[in-house]
């Protein structure tokens, strides 16, 4: 895998265990530098904040969902141009199709492995896939 793996990398998820699941996936990645937020308002301080080469967010989670939190970084000029990975336990198409609209990079169903998430990661990196 190409992708720049010193990169920081937010995680937000409302549950704590699913943040330490995804942490520990993206520490067998290679990946070193990696935040939490517990939810999409806490994300968005931390990325007004500090700079993520990527964001791996929950969909469903209060008081700010994934989805809001995808539309208010699209949204943010600074933040425009942040990855964005939603992951959802949720396969509706709809779903699928609204965080598409809104700007979203790659998109995971629940239950996942590292694998899946390599590939989702990779997707997102397509320069820096190993050729």
Not at 20 to 35: A, T, V
Not at 73 to 84: E, I, K, M, Q, Y
């Amino acid at each position: 895998m190409a992708v720049d793996l010193s990169m920081s990398v937010l995680v937000v998820d409302d549950y704590s265990t699913m943040i330490r699941i995804i942490r520990n996936l993206l520490k067998q990645l290679g990946f070193e530098n990696i935040d939490d937020a517990n939810d999409g308002s806490a994300a968005l301080n931390k990325m007004r904040g500090k700079k993520y080469g990527l964001v791996i967010s929950d969909w469903n989670m209060e008081p700010m969902t994934g989805y809001d939190l995808l539309r208010e970084v699209r949204a943010d000029p600074n933040l425009a141009t942040t990855p964005f990975i939603m992951i959802t336990a949720e396969s509706k198409t709809e779903n699928v199709i609204a965080a598409k609209k809104a700007g979203v990079n790659n998109y995971i169903v629940k239950p996942f492995n590292a694998a899946t998430l390599k590939t989702k990661i990779e997707a997102v990196f397509p320069d820096m896939a190993s050729a």
